[in-house]
């Protein structure tokens, strides 16, 4: 472990899959494949929505925001852990990890807030569908938007603000593909009370209020679409929040799949690394951002209809 002359750290070591060599390769190309579908799928999304003017709308603004975030979130960490795949040393500097955490615990706090803001938009359109132009104006849903960005990033200055102040003196072995902050705590070599306290607040911030309301949200949206009495009605009013519910069953239930169940401290140890949690891990930080412009774009007719409008006049004008 290197250290500066006043004993400071100066790096980590990423663990990632080094106790399976032979996975490395495969795995390499698998996350570049879909890094690359990740820029592709987000990138045409965002794209259609500005283009086309008929999804100049409320959802769909949250829609080209969570895209965004999708590609902001996985570009803070993918290429780190192509770099580390191919590499037999898996080192990253102290201030590097600092940067990567921050901005990874900033997009994803950020994607809970949305989510739950997307929830409420939802509510609006499907309960009070003739005050939805009024109550959802520009004035209303830029700052819901604003609010979100804001709220995560303040919320990762503090957790990585806090991490950045701990003494690392005994390990400096990251049990993770990534500098995540959970591992990172681990090694600290000094009380992690406030870090802690802190963490709980930050859960209860971005993790269980946005999923309190998302689950308000459906369960009145679930009682105003079983009041309408024919069932095609109730299909178009469903469809319009399949997708938004689909991305949060994936997303929380993934988070919750890693966080909520309890380790056991041989986990730390590389030796003992467990592989499953190590899937687990890239399926949140890879799969799920790749497949949101896939469901969003899969279960709505106005997004296909302007892809096709899109590439219909570029066909033309190329002709």
Known sequence: MERTND?????????????????QTVFFVLVLWMYLMILLGNG??????IYDSHLHTPMY???CNLSFLDICYTSSSVPLILDNFLRVRKR???????????????????ECVLLGMMALDRYIAICYPLRYPVIMSKNTYMPMAVGSWVTGLIDSVVQTSLAMQLPFCANNVINHFVCEILAILKLACADISINVISMAGSNLMVLVIPL?????????????????PSTEGKHKAFSTCSAHLTVVIIFYGTIFFMYAKPKSKSSVGANNQD????????FYGVMTPM????????????VKAAVKNMLGRRNSDGI
């Open 212 to 228: 309190l309301v998302i689950s308000i949200s459906y369960i009145f949206i679930l009682t105003t679409i079983l009041k309408i």
């Open 275 to 282: 592989i499953t949690e190590v899937l687990i891990s890239l």
């Open 92 to 110: 990253v500097s102290f201030s590097g990890c600092m940067v990567q955490m921050f901005l990874s615990f900033a997009m994803g706090a950020t």
């Open 61 to 63: 603004f949250f829609l």
């Open 291 to 302: 497949l949101n412009p896939l469901i969003y774009s899969l279960r709505n007719k106005d």
């Open 7 to 23: 004993s400071m750290l100066t790096e980590f070591v990423l663990v990632g899959l080094s106790a399976h060599p032979k996975l």
């Open 44 to 49: 045409v999304l965002i794209s259609v929505i």
